[in-house]
């Protein structure tokens, strides 16, 4: 099986669900640093769209600037704007696989779409 994880080495979480996925043999697995090769918006919106969850989100609030911006009661437009400008923004890991996408927080919501 094939997945993709949206990575921040810097995150506790992305890590554990990477290493989830780099301890199960059957998986191709690619490692995107979306702070380095963030997601085109077009892709950003597909990831959403396909985890069943709005941009609104994925929105990561920890550590950003994200409410004193007013993106906490923004359109799902003016949110992915935001996050193609600026990823840190994007809430992390999100992994995709052809079982689906998730936001794996926790990590073990990686298992769901394996």
């Known amino acids: 099986m094939k997945a993709t994880i949206?990575?921040?080495?810097?995150?506790?979480?992305?890590r554990k669900t990477l290493a989830i996925l780099e301890n199960l043999k059957d998986v191709d697995l690619t490692v995107v640093e979306y702070l380095k090769e963030?997601?085109?918006?077009?892709?950003l919106a597909q990831l959403y769209l396909d985890a069943g969850i709005s941009p609104k989100d994925?929105?990561?609030l920890r550590g950003t600037d994200a409410e004193e911006r007013g993106l906490?009661?923004?359109?799902?437009?003016?949110?992915?704007?935001?996050m193609v400008a600026d990823p840190i923004l994007i809430e992390r890991p999100l992994?995709?696989?052809?079982k689906g996408v998730a936001l794996c927080r926790p990590q073990d919501r990686v298992l769901g779409i394996l």
């Open 58 to 60: 994925g929105l990561r």
């Open 95 to 98: 992994v995709e696989t052809e």
């Open 6 to 14: 949206w990575h921040n080495p810097k995150c506790g979480t992305s």
């Open 72 to 82: 906490t009661d923004a359109d799902a437009d003016t949110i992915l704007d935001a």
């Open 38 to 43: 963030p997601p085109s918006r077009d892709k």
